[in-house]
């Protein structure tokens, strides 16, 4: 019901945009997270149609600006300026629900989530 795409290879310093493809359901709320190798998953960024409230990490703040497209039932993902630490698999997660601030950065709290696209950036 998500997919996620957009990946690739990229230079330090480039851009890519990520898709994720809602489908089957409504959501309320949309989520970015990552996770490179031998790390945990963590949180990138959060959209709650309510209220068009967004989250996100400090790590990626000013770099990085999610949109939405109600018509399509996509969620992108804009990433510009990027740093090899950035190198990861990038996971779309949503819910059906209007995730509260706190809940928004917290992976367990998104009931869908996509398969996952790489994202590799080269120093």
């Known amino acids: 019901q998500l997919q996620a795409s957009g990946g690739g290879l990229v230079q330090a310093g480039g851009s890519l945009r990520l898709s994720c493809a809602a489908s089957g359901r409504t959501f309320s709320t949309y989520g970015w997270f990552r996770q490179a190798p031998g790390k945990e998953r963590e949180f990138v960024v959060g959209f709650r149609w309510s209220g068009s409230t967004t989250k996100y990490a400090d790590s990626v703040k000013g770099r990085f600006t999610i949109s939405r497209d109600s018509a399509n039932s996509r969620v992108y993902l804009q990433m510009n300026s990027l740093k090899p630490e950035d190198t990861a698999v990038y996971y779309c997660?949503?819910?059906?629900?209007?995730?509260?601030?706190?809940?928004?950065?917290?992976?367990?709290?998104?009931?869908?989530w996509g398969q996952g696209t790489q994202v590799t950036v080269s120093s």
């Open positions: 997660a949503a819910d059906s629900r209007s995730l509260i601030w706190s809940s928004m950065a917290q992976n367990n709290a998104y009931a869908f």
